[in-house]
């Protein structure tokens, strides 16, 4: 299997692995997830019913408001919240809620991760070195 | 990012887990925005999930777990601090019918919450609205949240503070401190977007729900870029310029706009361009404000069950006008009129007998809550039905029409005529 290691800058502490989820839109928690069953919830979304629990989170960034990092929290506290967020550029409001929320954070990738990274991709995120390594499921 | 002695201190632990959580959050987002340091701030406004957003059930008990933990260790705010309002008033909520037990839990959940940020010395305000009570001069840093806020002070105030989220508005308030990015460089304070005024419009004669909708529409023009309104009468009161701030804050993500005459860094629109040329040019006419109206409305029942005034909290003024309108006047009787404000106007409002008129044609003047954009969005116990509402706030009505409310939005003598005659349109 291949193996794809990429430098970033880290927005919140923390190592966690699993595996990628891609949405391609601007993420708000509290308003296009469901923060009690880590479903996606906006109608918008082509990944509308998807569970992010556990996942490794890739999308291009936050567009949360005042209240969003509360969101990330209750998505946590109810166990459904992703091991680990992927962003391209970081919206403070994201990384605040990663990092009340004790979920490790990478963003701005030497390369684009939307593009490199592929659904089912399993992801390592080392958020204390900003790294993230992506092992290949296709052969 | 570099750190002084002091906030080595802070990051070292030296003032408590809480402290330190604080500032490793603030130094966060400092490099997703690449500050090169933290600042002093000389104030900061928060508000508090467990009372503002999250009053009963299991997500209150987690709000309420995340800020027992944010402030663990804390003993005093570092700087002046204010607070948003709350969710709902026990008092109406039992006006309202809501069950008991629910009233209960709720109360609970405010005891709680302000036994936590008063024991922190926290500025007891409960207002969207704390420039009434603790204003701040052109050219301070501050910190913190609310959309409203945030836009007040940098677009008629002159104060520097960015749009930050809840966790880092109540970080700032216990270290003091905000990284150094967006608003609070000169640089980043310049219009983008010329906002020109057709000569079908007449802005000496409007109405608050005219700021309203011309604030409503310009938002969902502009998007992000920062506007500069043109041909806006320079006495414009305090009570229109909060209607002009608010809406803004929900129809765009900006933190800040220029009123040429008005705004402190905007003489000329050349300054308020800072050199440069407008990005783009708006131009807003009679057309434009009559959308914003009919998109702020969602009702199609003409029959009124609730009306709400003070989104922002209402001026003395304001009270003072809704009295003449209700004066001699009787409320209909199932209908509900409520009237926000915070607690020290009140007090101003009822010395002057404004509260007496109100409450003798049945309305309710009340304090320290967030009626519209918080309890009737997320408050109603599941099942239970407000019913249409009257306003003649567009942030309110946005929120409202958002939450599946039947809505209805038009002018301060509009909503008081609905509130006497249970009807929407007979002004």
């Known amino acids: 299997m291949k193996s794809i290691t990429l430098k970033g800058r880290s927005a919140s502490k923390g ?10 839109d601007a993420l708000s928690f509290l308003s296009d997830i469901s923060v009690t069953e880590g479903i996606i919830t906006s109608p918008q979304s082509k990944f509308k019913g998807q569970s992010v629990s556990d996942k490794i989170l890739i999308f291009p960034t936050g567009r949360g408001s005042t209240a969003d990092p509360y969101g990330f929290y209750m998505l946590k506290k109810a166990g459904k919240a992703p091991a680990a967020v992927i962003n391209i550029d970081a919206n403070p409001t994201t990384v605040a809620g990663a990092i009340i929320s004790h979920t490790p954070m990478v963003y701005k990738l030497e390369r684009n991760p939307l593009e490199v990274i592929e659904a089912g991709d399993h992801v390592l995120v080392d958020g204390n070195k900003g790294v993230v390594i992506i092992t290949k499921q296709v052969t | 990012m570099k750190l002084t002695a002091d906030e080595e201190r802070m990051l070292a632990g030296e003032s408590g887990p809480g402290v330190q959580r604080a500032l490793e959050l603030l130094i966060a987002i400092g490099e997703a925005y690449e500050a090169e340091k933290l600042i002093d701030i000389s104030s900061s406004h928060i508000l508090s999930p467990e009372m503002q957003f999250w009053n009963t059930g299991q997500l209150s008990r987690w709000a309420r777990e995340l800020v027992a933990e944010s402030v663990e260790g804390a003993t005093h705010f570092r700087v002046p601090v204010t607070i948003n309002p709350i969710f709902l008033e026990p008092a109406i909520a039992e006006r309202l019918g809501y069950p008991e037990s629910y009233i209960e839990e709720m109360s609970q959940s405010l005891a709680s919450g302000r036994e936590t940020y008063a024991r922190l010395g926290v500025i007891p305000t409960y207002t969207c609205c704390p420039f009434y009570i603790h204003p701040l001069r052109q050219g301070e840093h501050s910190g913190g949240a609310e959309s409203l806020v945030v836009l007040f002070n940098n677009s008629v105030l002159g104060v520097r503070v960015n749009r930050e989220s809840g966790p ?6 216990l270290t003091g401190k905000t990284p150094l990015y967006g608003m609070h460089l000169p640089e980043n304070r310049h219009g983008q977007a010329l ?6 419009l007449d802005p000496g004669a409007f109405t608050y729900a005219d700021y309203n909708a011309l604030s409503y529409g310009v938002g969902k023009m502009v998007v992000d870029k920062i506007p500069i309104f043109l041909g806006l009468p320079p006495n414009m009161s305090i009570t ?4 002009l701030c608010a809406p803004l804050g929900v129809s765009a993500g900006i933190p800040m706009f220029h009123a040429v005459g008005i705004t402190p860094e905007a003489p000329t629109v050349e300054v308020a361009l800072g050199g440069k040329k407008p990005e783009t040019t708006i131009e807003v006419g009679r ?18 069950d609730y009306v709400f005034l003070g989104c922002p909290h209402v001026t003395i003024t304001e009270m003072d006008e809704i009295a003449r309108l209700l004066q001699g006047k009787r409320v209909k009787s199932d209908v509900l009129l409520i009237i926000g404000t915070t607690e020290p106007l009140r007090l101003l409002a009822r010395q002057m007998g404004l509260v007496d008129i109100i409450e003798n044609s049945g309305g309710m003047v009340v304090s320290g809550m967030c009626s519209a954009g918080s309890f009737l969005r997320r408050g109603v116990p599941q099942g239970f039905h407000v019913g249409v509402v009257a306003t003649n706030a567009a942030k309110a009505a946005h929120y409202l029409k958002a939450g599946g409310v039947q809505v209805w939005f038009g002018t301060m003598p509009q909503c008081i005529n609905a509130a006497v005659t249970g009807k929407w349109g007979d002004a």
């Open chain 2, 168 to 173: 880092t508005a109540l970080a700032t308030a």
């Open chain 2, 240 to 243: 229109q310029l909060k209607y």
């Open chain 1, 15 to 24: 190592i966690a692995e699993g595996e990628a989820l891609l949405t391609y």
């Open chain 2, 195 to 200: 906002v020109e005024l057709k000569d079908d």
């Open chain 2, 287 to 304: 057309k434009e404000i009559d959308q914003a109206f009919a998109e702020l409305c969602s009702a199609t029942d003409s029959s009124i």
